[in-house]
């Protein structure tokens, strides 16, 4: 079984303020993929990253980076100056040898001016 | 890059009657669907898998009679929701993946349901 664990239910941050999301896995799977997904509240579901289990490097796009560090199966998403766009859902998901993706239960980001 | 279309994006009915959400793929073949369905300030859960020309697979917990699930093309899955009830008010997404080994889903703008 797979799950993964969003343990921040809700964030508040005032505007430029950095900010992580954390995102903590579990998988008896060697090769799988991690993602992390924005729901503005519109609904629909915004793609921003999929990194596979054999690709530990950090990465950066923007003022979003995300860092992978599979000895301690986290997968954290940083957005650094936040500004209120960035208000929505935040969901990290896993998907393994079993094509099921799988959802956190989500983080809820607050920004204000 | 690839969209995933979801129609309609919102609908109200009455209790007693059935719906359809279509979920398209608009610039590429999906064989296999997912579909998804998430309450209020919760997560996504999935609901089923759907494979074009088979049997959609059913997650644990889903009324198959219930939720009836149709791929009947490499472009287009339908999932109908047989005699709503309130308690099925709900965000319904779909999502379309290429095949095996492409672990890139692509996301409908999902279906908000709202049964009276």
């Known amino acids: 079984a797979q799950k993964v664990t969003q343990a921040q239910t809700e964030i508040s941050v005032v505007e430029k303020e950095d900010v992580t999301l954390d995102c903590v896995y579990e998988?008896?799977?060697?090769?799988?993929?991690l993602f992390w997904y924005k729901q503005p509240p519109s609904g629909e579901l915004v793609f921003l990253i999929r990194?596979?289990?054999?690709?530990?490097q950090n990465e950066i796009s923007g003022r979003y980076s995300w860092n992978f560090q599979k000895s301690t199966s986290s997968f954290n998403f940083t957005i650094t100056a936040s500004q209120v766009v960035d208000s929505a859902v935040y969901f990290c998901?896993?998907?393994?040898?079993?094509?099921?993706?799988?959802f956190g239960t989500g983080t809820r980001l607050q920004v204000t001016l | 890059g690839a969209v995933v279309s979801q129609h309609p994006s919102w609908v109200i009915c009455k209790s007693g009657t059935s719906v359809k959400i279509e979920c398209r793929s608009l610039?590429?073949?999906?064989?296999?669907m997912f579909w998804y369905r998430q309450f209020p300030k919760q997560s996504l859960m999935l609901m089923a898998t759907?494979?074009?020309?088979?049997?959609?697979?059913?997650e644990q917990g889903v009324e198959k009679d219930k939720f009836l699930i149709n791929h009947a093309s490499l472009t287009l899955s339908t999932l109908t929701v047989t005699s709503a009830h309130p308690e099925d008010s709900s965000f319904y997404i779909c999502?379309?993946?290429?095949?095996?080994?492409?672990?890139?889903?692509?996301f409908g703008a999902g279906s908000r349901l709202t049964v009276l």
């Open positions: 998988t008896r799977d060697t090769t799988y993929y």
């Open positions: 610039d590429f073949q999906a064989t296999t």
């Open positions: 759907s494979n074009e020309g088979s049997k959609a697979t059913y």
């Open positions: 998901a896993l998907i393994g040898t079993a094509s099921k993706l799988t």
């Open positions: 999502s379309a993946s290429t095949g095996v080994g492409a672990n890139v889903l692509t």
């Open positions: 990194r596979n289990s054999f690709d530990e």
